[in-house]
Every structure is written in structure tokens, then in C-alpha cells.
């Protein structure tokens, strides 16, 4: 490198002020000093830079370029500092998140849209992910924070408690079904609406599924809880979803709610992270956000 930022604010000085002892006083050092860099920099590009006249110096048509380049450069250093400064105190910077499809569907909508609303410097990126891979994901440094049901190996991790995450069965409102829970292996006996992409909770189904030996029938993949809800009240099959969107939609549609009569529908959820000591000050911020919505969601 032919030069430094110290070069180039002391010419910028100097093109500025149209004399060396401006550029000196700016710079607080002594006008020797500001000649002898301007001298370097003329030197390292074999050019004039400076027309010395009885009134001060001015730039020659190379200083003139290189002031423009020069300007250029500075305020990129300003604004790299600027950046870095407000990644350091935790006002800037992106969130890598991991959770399984529900809260994602939800309660982290909510949440992290009012976080947003009130950090505008700070992004979050999310993915829908099994609550084993998350948790391996968040050990490997590859995300922030993970929300994972209790069921995943957590040792080595820092864990808060969540909001609860129930599991229920809906099916068409004219659906003649004997009152009660409905084993999951009765449910397999139905044709499935399930959700589109392989989500988390695909994955979670299909593994209780393999564990009995069976094969659920997904009829129609689907985006969003609301649309499913929508093609189950028109008869096309019966679906899995959480307790929290089941009710909400059956408000208003034609659907019936039923408990699944198996354990593991009632999970128990984690927000995760590493250390918390050790995240960047705005995933802090995120965290420290998600406490607070479990606490007003009581």
C-alpha cells in the first residue's frame, strides 16, 4: 500500500486548506511533518500532487483526482467505524435464530415483530429446524439462539423456559368422530394435510410415525397453518397443528378440535443459546426480549 488513511486525511487537509501549516494545525503536528508526508505520497505515485505558489499550494489535475478518491475512502472509514462502534454496543448487527415450525407460526411473528418495530438497526435471520439439529447447529456456532422442545440434548447449553407447545388434531366440522383424545395411530388412518417445504414439524410427525412402523399419507402439502385449517373445513383431510392456531382459526371456520392421545404432543420448550455473556450485545437484546414475552404471556 502506497499510502494510509493518515496520509490521505492530512492531503485532504492540505488540498483543503491550501497551505501546509493549515494541514499542520488541523492534524496537530508540525508543518515538517505534513511536508514530508505529502513528499512520500508524491514519490510513491512518481507525481506532482502540489503546485507551490506565493500564496500556498493548490492541487495539480493528479492531486485533484486523488482528493476525489481520497474523500471517497474517508468517508467509508466513517462509516465502517460508525458500523463497528454500533455492532460493539449491541445496536446493530443480525440475529441467526433457530426454531421448530409452531413457534415460527405462532408466537415468534409477534414477538420478533415487535422486537424489529423497536430496533431498527438489527436484523433476524431464522430458519425452521428439528429441535436435535438446532440444538447441534447452536453447539457448532452456527446460530445465536435456538428454540428447541425439551426432548433435545441440551448439556453445555444455557436454557430459558418458553411458552408451552400443544399439538392437536383438527378435522372437517361435519366429521362424525367419537368424543375424546384420538390415538396417533388412528390419525395415520387418515388422509393428511400436511405443511409445505419439510418443515420441522413434518419431520417431527414422520419420525413418531416411523417409530410405530407406519407411513403417514400426506394428501396435500401446504403453506401456513391458516391455509391448512382452510382445506380441512372444506374435506379433504385432517391435519396436525398447534393447539394455539386450531382454536384461533376454528372461530371462524368449520372445524373440530381434538386432543391426540399420545405424550409427546405436550412439549415443553427452551430458548437456548451458548453463553449469554458471550453473544454480540444485539442478540443479547433479542434474548433479553423473549424472556420478557414468556413472562407477559404468563
Known amino acids: 500500500m502506497k499510502f494510509d488513511l493518515i496520509d490521505l486525511r492530512i492531503f485532504l487537509?492540505?488540498?483543503?486548506?491550501?497551505s501546509l501549516t493549515v494541514a499542520a494545525k488541523q492534524n496537530n503536528v508540525v508543518v515538517a511533518a505534513v511536508s514530508a508526508r505529502l513528499k512520500r505520497l508524491e514519490e510513491a505515485f512518481d507525481l506532482e500532487l502540489f503546485e507551490r505558489t506565493g500564496r500556498g499550494i493548490k492541487p495539480t489535475l493528479a492531486g485533484e483526482m486523488l482528493a476525489s478518491h481520497a474523500r471517497q475512502i474517508m468517508d467509508d472509514a466513517r462509516r465502517i467505524e460508525a458500523d463497528l462502534d454500533a455492532f460493539a454496543d449491541g445496536r446493530s448487527g443480525r440475529v441467526r435464530l433457530l426454531s421448530n415450525t409452531n413457534m415460527l407460526a405462532e408466537h415468534l411473528p409477534q414477538a420478533l415483530g415487535a422486537f424489529l418495530a423497536q430496533n431498527p438497526d438489527i436484523?433476524?435471520?431464522?430458519?425452521?429446524?428439528?429441535?436435535?439439529?438446532?440444538?447441534?447447529?447452536l453447539k457448532q456456532?452456527?446460530?445465536?439462539?435456538?428454540?428447541v422442545a425439551s426432548s433435545?440434548?441440551?448439556?453445555?447449553l444455557e436454557r430459558f423456559r418458553f411458552v408451552p407447545d400443544r399439538l392437536v388434531l383438527i378435522v372437517p366440522g361435519d366429521m362424525d368422530m367419537?368424543?375424546?383424545?384420538?390415538?396417533f395411530s388412528r390419525v395415520l388412518d387418515f388422509k393428511l394435510i400436511g405443511q409445505q417445504g419439510d418443515p420441522a414439524l413434518m419431520q417431527f410427525l414422520r419420525r413418531h410415525a416411523n417409530e410405530l412402523g407406519r407411513t403417514p399419507h400426506f394428501r396435500m402439502l401446504i403453506n401456513g397453518f391458516e391455509a391448512t385449517c382452510r382445506v380441512v373445513e372444506q374435506g379433504a383431510g385432517v391435519s396436525i397443528v398447534p393447539e394455539s392456531a386450531a382454536r384461533r382459526f376454528a372461530a371462524y371456520m368449520k372445524l373440530q378440535v381434538f386432543p391426540?392421545?399420545?405424550a409427546w404432543v405436550e412439549r415443553e420448550l427452551y430458548v437456548c443459546v451458548k453463553n449469554e455473556m458471550q453473544l454480540p450485545g444485539y442478540a443479547r437484546m433479542l434474548l433479553a426480549h423473549l424472556k420478557n414475552y414468556v413472562r407477559d404471556f404468563g
Not at 152 to 156: K, L, P, R, V, Y
Not at 178 to 183: D, E, N, R, T
Open 123 to 137: 436484523s433476524v435471520s431464522v430458519e425452521d429446524k428439528p429441535s436435535l439439529e438446532a440444538v447441534n447447529m
Open 141 to 147: 456456532g452456527q446460530a445465536d439462539i435456538a428454540i
Open 260 to 262: 391426540i392421545d399420545e
Open 13 to 18: 487537509a492540505a488540498v483543503d486548506g491550501g
Open 178 to 183: 367419537p368424543l375424546g383424545p384420538v390415538a
Open 152 to 156: 433435545a440434548d441440551m448439556n453445555g
